[in-house]
């Protein structure tokens, strides 16, 4: 069974709608996909549709965008929590505001340097998505800035840049407190990637795993060979769950579909864990 834990839709950052995305999957070999947009599970019903059409198995879930006491980037992957729970539902729906605000800003810093503006990003966002800078890194490419997400990221975009704005996350340990309140299985997403910028010390590890961690996501492109091997003793020493993902957002990104699997037995201890949601089984 090929079990790939991590994508995401035009519902957030991702190039394809969920339907899409499931056609993807299945067209990748895979057996069960879980679809884990930013902070937000409105692609939900249009994946379950299509995943039982499609005979794919299909776990739902949702990346929560979050930011530790050193201000750095984290990500918690949400899986099966009740997506109805009140407490969870208000925190991300501050983040999402916050998103808007933090992008408005951004582009009006770019609009002094480059072709862009507020118009051209929201062509690239479609209707309900979680805005993000990955479409004001597609406006950019529109413009002929820079020529994919990539380079917009490694240069424009980076949190070292002139243009970035910081906004509104919630603690990762609070995080992963919600999920568990909201009947999910907390996973740290790509926790080592340091290719991405600063990663996180140990005392954000012990307080997200003091707060209920069930997981850490080790087998994914952006987490380096050394950082794999330390995230797995890490979970042996703490019982976390081990999962392997692609990361995939369509043509966003050049991770593909399968690249990184998660053990069934892993698979099947989360469905035990939750309590919000169930595993949609082909």
Partial sequence: MRIDLHTHSTVSDGTQPPAEVMRSARQAGL??????????TAGWDEAAEAAQELGLGLVRGME?????????????????????????????????TARVSRAELMVQRL?????????????????GATIGRPHI??????AGVVP??????????????RYFVAHYAPDPARAVDLI?????????????????????????????????LLGV????????????????????????????SSDYHGTGKPNL?????????VLEKMGELATGTPILFA
């Fill in 64 to 96: 929560v965008s979050c930011r530790s006491e050193e201000g750095i980037s984290v990500h918690v992957l949400s899986y099966l929590h009740d997506p109805t729970h009140p407490e969870l539902l208000a925190e991300i729906a501050k983040s999402r």
């Fill in 257 to 265: 579909l399968g690249e990184f699997t998660t053990d069934p037995a």
């Fill in 31 to 40: 057996d069960v996909v879980a679809l884990t947009d930013h902070d937000s």
């Fill in 217 to 244: 996501e080790a087998d994914h492109r952006d987490n380096p060979a050394e950082g794999r091997v330390w995230l797995r003793q890490l979970a042996a020493d703490n019982s976390l769950l081990v999962t392997g």
């Fill in 137 to 142: 890194a597609d406006a950019l490419v529109a």
């Fill in 180 to 212: 568990r309140r909201a009947g999910g299985v907390p996973v740290f997403a790509h926790p080592v990637a340091s290719s991405r910028g600063r990663v996180v010390g140990e005392k954000t590890f012990r307080d997200m795993i003091d707060a209920g």
């Fill in 111 to 127: 609009a002094e340097d480059y072709p862009i503006n507020w118009e051209l990003v929201q062509e690239h966002v479609a209707p």
């Fill in 148 to 161: 994919n997400r990539s380079a917009a990221f490694s240069g424009i975009l980076t949190a070292r840049s």
